[in-house]
């Protein structure tokens, strides 16, 4: 069983920051890839920022330079430092992990989700 908790969605006008939090716990073996989609009303979920197993970031074209994703893996918690912050980035942000467990080789777990708000 794992768990995950987000904190740090809000509102903020245009060109303003945010930072985004997420935390795992239960039965963890081993934290693989963790990260951040995102979703907009009307549109799909899409990948926003991941910080992988192997230590490398992969960014969507249109946050790469203003988001980083970083993580603390002694506190099994992944980030994400939003910057220069436009309207098209308001969204639900949903966070997930991909960890082995006691009864998994492998799964994906998804947080609740924070809505961050970018307006005027």
């Known amino acids: 069983q794992v768990q995950l908790v987000e904190s740090g969605g809000g509102s903020v006008q245009p060109g303003g920051s945010l930072r985004l939090s997420c935390a795992a716990s239960?039965?963890?073996?081993?934290?693989?890839?963790m990260g951040w989609y995102r979703q907009a009303p009307g549109k799909q979920r899409e990948l926003v920022a991941l910080?992988?197993?192997?230590?490398?970031?992969i960014y969507d074209k249109s946050v790469e330079g203003r988001f980083t994703v970083s993580r603390d893996n002694a506190k099994n918690t992944v980030y994400l430092q939003m910057n220069s912050l436009k309207r098209e980035d308001t969204a639900v942000y949903y966070c997930?992990?991909?960890?082995?467990?006691?009864?998994?080789?492998?799964?994906?777990?998804w947080g609740q989700g924070t809505q961050v708000t970018v307006s005027s």
């Open positions: 910080f992988t197993g192997g230590g490398g970031r």
């Open positions: 239960g039965s963890i073996y081993r934290i693989y890839d």
């Open positions: 997930i992990v991909k960890c082995s467990t006691d009864s998994a080789a492998m799964g994906d777990y």
